[in-house]
């Protein structure tokens, strides 16, 4: 099982930046695909970024590409998403996703919120 807490969100101006923080407990961190989702008020729970088992793949969604870089350290069982150039659409809760096959588990989320 791996138990994921969410840190870094918080309140900018657009155009300003943010770095989140995941903080993975479990030996088995490396064997995880690790995702970044977000979900704005009244809207259903949206991809936004992953990183692949060892670092070497990392994928987006279109409305992110070339503002947000995903990262991750295996050795301190972390996964980062930089936010750079801030929209107010960016608004929501982000939550941190493990995945491997069957087995999914999330963090509690936490709230950005870019003000125009």
């Known amino acids: 099982q791996v138990q994921l807490e969410e840190s870094g969100g918080g309140s900018v101006q657009a155009g300003g930046s943010l770095r989140l923080s995941c903080a993975a407990s479990g030996r088995t961190f490396s064997n995880y695909f690790m995702g970044w989702f977000r979900q704005a008020p009244g809207k259903e729970r949206e991809f936004v970024a992953a990183?692949?088992?060892?670092?070497?793949?990392?994928y987006y969604t279109d409305s992110v590409k070339g503002r947000f870089t995903v990262s991750r350290d295996n050795a301190k069982n972390m996964v980062y998403l930089q936010m750079n150039s801030l929209k107010p659409e960016d608004t929501a809760v982000y939550y941190c996703?493990?995945?491997?096959?069957?087995?999914?588990?999330w963090g509690q989320g936490t709230q950005v919120t870019v003000s125009s």
């Open positions: 996703n493990a995945n491997r096959g069957i087995f999914n588990y």
């Open positions: 990183i692949s088992w060892r670092g070497a793949t990392t």
